[in-house]
RNA sequence: GGUCUCGUAGCUCAACUGGAUAGAGCAGCUGCCUUCUAAGCAGCAGGUUUCAGGUUCGAGUCCUGACGGGAUCACCA
């Protein structure tokens, strides 16, 4: 038990036996004391004071004098409005510390929660690199896995590959028509740029015979015809380009019948399509090596893109869905605050709703998971929550424990991140960027000239990734951000190395201690503020991890790692440690031993490691 | 237009289920390296929490309505 709960539950006793009030531990609203005001934790008085009829000042006076009274864990009180502010003795704070340092390595850890849950994030396109939106999503995704299993969870890293489709024939077809053969080793490229590179090559190769075509007779009968007022040619045909690539391009016919092709198992087709996901696979493999992340299983589209009709045709057929006149199969959500959505068309052929449900479904008869997290954008805000309430409906085994992590869109100062205007940031870019920039930064410092090469390198790369990390990752899940290229690598203030220096400040002194822990700090009975403040940050760990897996949220760890970090360095500044008396040494030795592995910990839940130098 | 979502310092972000005088960082200014790593610390300055009502002992947080940004409303994914 820790002192927070001691607290409510010799609240909730005093209340019992001296005003015969019942009230629950989760009743007592304990805080940590302001700053402003004497005493280190505060119990708010206010929702008693009426139930009970008493006035603030009787009602903290009795509780008061009663917890200093009972024992040797409070040394004072007072009471401003409806507050008790507490004072916690040092016998006590030294017991928390103990018990703290004890548990270091499991505090907050559930050892098995006996839940199973799979958690899909990444979930690329075939067609291009990926870029800074996969790289939040990324992170979110194996934040949260990690965070999951740190609570007892089983969890199943996973990804739905969108390895088909027309615009994976684009990059094909671009690629046979200008690629001579050539393979992303003989361009020294990275697979999944090279092939990307083709896919902006397919652009232009549609852009030129467009604007060819623009000149033709057909055209202008096009233009005439299907103008709006006194629309410009350039306005229109800019507006045109979807349905010419539809309806007249003989470029977009070809892709088409590539793609039929594809569907028919054309052995051709097949092959160089395999040979370029295959490229691009290398390619995806080496950037979630660089970041550090790594999946159990794949599902990729290919395979799942027919699944989910079987599910349909039988929950039709027991009534959970409807048929309309033309064939089509809908589910009728508007009694759960929904719309109506359509699960097959009238050709009977699928769309994405149908691949989700059949792919959940296979996922359950692979792994019999009990949870699914989905970390996809907001813009399918609306299609998940059709989703879930459709798996509800025909009351899928795992359908009570389903989230969409949904988060915003990443935005850059320049504005909105787009492909067609060159502004996206590629991700590989971005890490060898932050990595570049720890590498300067940390050279002129020089702390790192002893150091080895290779273990240099090492450390340049957990330093430029934790910046990285970091900056996307403090900020919750659903808001939209901002990404400053310049901010992301910066290494002062609230940043991923400021944490990291934290942690590397503890491992040296740690080093510099000869004789370890031998010391006992039972005679250490004047307990700072800085040193009190740390031990309250420690004690907040547990609630705060349970409380980022609860909401899903990794900014929760990101924000009280960093206060942790803040209140060390504080306290590094204000006390001495290796050269003050030897009960004082003692304990802070072992307090900061404590606060290096919370901080660890919770680095580790958000994907970056710590460095034990910088 | 319907639905969802966000709006906090010049900028980027916090604020546990409603709790005390709304906090950090960056940018700006001032100090601190013969003392355990200065990627640090301390200080100054910066706010009508978009606006208007309501609920209550108490509202950045909950409710209603405006205003502003974004998303979504396909037999696309």
């Known amino acids: ?67 200093v009274e009972g024992g040797d864990t409070f040394t004072g009180y007072n009471i401003i409005k409806g507050f008790l502010n507490l004072e916690i003795s040092a016998s006590a704070w030294r017991k928390e510390l103990a018990n703290l340092f004890e548990n270091k390595d499991t505090l907050g850890k ?48 996973t990804q739905i590959v969108n390895d088909r489709g027309i615009a994976v024939c684009k990059s094909m077809m671009a690629w046979k028509k200008t690629g001579n053969g050539q393979t992303p080793e003989q361009a020294g490229k990275k697979g999944d740029h090279f092939v990307g590179d083709f896919y902006v090559a397919y652009d232009q190769l549609l852009k030129a015979e467009y604007a060819e075509w623009q000149t033709t007779i057909k055209a202008e009968e096009v233009y005439n015809t299907h103008k709006k007022d006194d629309q410009t040619k350039e306005d229109f045909f800019k507006s045109y380009k979807n349905r010419y690539f539809n309806s007249y391009s003989s470029l977009g016919e070809e892709t088409k019948e590539m793609l039929l092709k594809w569907e028919d198992n054309d052995p051709e087709t097949k092959n160089l399509w395999k040979t370029m996901n295959g490229w ?87 792994h019999g998971m009990n949870s699914m997290v989905y970390v996809v954008g907001n813009e399918q805000d609306y299609h998940f929550k059709a989703l879930f309430e459709t798996l509800k409906l025909i009351e899928e085994p795992y359908s009570d424990a389903l989230f969409h992590l949904s988060y915003g869109m990443v935005d850059l100062p320049t504005g909105k991140m787009k492909s067609r205007e060159g502004t996206v940031v590629d991700a590989d870019d971005l890490v060898a960027e932050v990595i570049s920039e720890a590498r300067s930064s940390a050279q002129e410092n020089g702390n790192l ?62 080093r510099k201690n000869e004789d370890a822990l031998a ?19 420690l004690l907040q760990f547990p609630s705060t991890l349970q409380e980022a897996a609860k909401q899903f ?32 040494k003692a304990f802070r030795l072992t307090l900061i031993e404590t606060v290096a592995t919370i901080l660890e910990r919770s680095m580790r839940l958000l994907g970056i490691e710590m460095p034990s130098r910088m």
Not at 520 to 531: C, G, R, S, W
Not at 559 to 580: G, M, T, W
Request: charged content about 25%.
């Open 280 to 366: 691009v696979y290398d390619g995806f493999e080496e950037t979630y090596k660089s970041l550090k992340v790594t999946f159990d299983q794949l599902y990729y589209e290919s395979d799942t893109y027919l699944l989910g009709k079987d599910i349909i045709e039988q929950q039709l057929a027991a009534g959970k869905f409807y048929k309309e006149d033309d064939g089509s199969i809908w589910v009728d959500l508007t009694d759960r605050g929904l719309d109506k959505k359509i699960l097959l068309r009238s050709d009977g052929t699928s769309v994405y709703m149908t691949q989700d449900i059949g792919t959940a479904k296979q996922r359950y008869d692979d």
């Open 553 to 584: 949220d990794p900014s929760a760890i990101a924000n009280y790692s960093f206060n942790l970090a803040k209140d060390f360095h504080r306290f590094y500044h204000e006390v001495r440690i290796l050269n003050a008396s030897d009960e004082a």
């Open 1 to 67: 038990m820790n002192i927070i709960e001691l607290i409510q539950e010799q609240v909730v006793d005093c209340l019992s036996s001296q005003f015969d009030h019942k009230a629950k531990n989760a009743d007592i609203l304990v805080n940590v004391t302001s700053k402003t005001f004497e005493g280190d934790y505060t119990v708010v008085l206010f929702p008693f004071v009426k139930a009970l009829r008493q006035n603030p000042q009787t009602l903290g006076d009795a509780i008061g004098k009663t917890l």
């Open 519 to 537: 010391a006992n700090m039972d005679a250490y009975d004047k307990i700072e503020n800085a040193e009190k403040a740390l031990l309250i940050d």
């Open 110 to 157: 559930i050892e098995n929660a006996g839940v199973k849950t799979l958690v899909e994030f990444s979930s690329p396109n075939t067609n291009k690199p990926l870029h800074l939106g996969h790289i939040r999503n990324i992170l979110l995704g194996w934040s949260c896995s990690q965070i999951l299993k740190e609570v007892g969870q089983e969890v199943i890293n």
């Open 449 to 510: 000239e002893s150091v080895d090469e290779v273990e240099r390198e090492d450390i340049y790369s957990k330093i430029g990734l934790g910046a990285l990390k970091y900056f996307i990752i403090k900020v919750h899940p659903k808001k939209r951000m901002t990404f400053d290229p310049k901010q992301s690598v910066d290494m002062q203030g609230q940043t991923g190395p400021y944490i990291q220096n934290a942690y590397v400040r503890i491992k040296s002194i740690l």
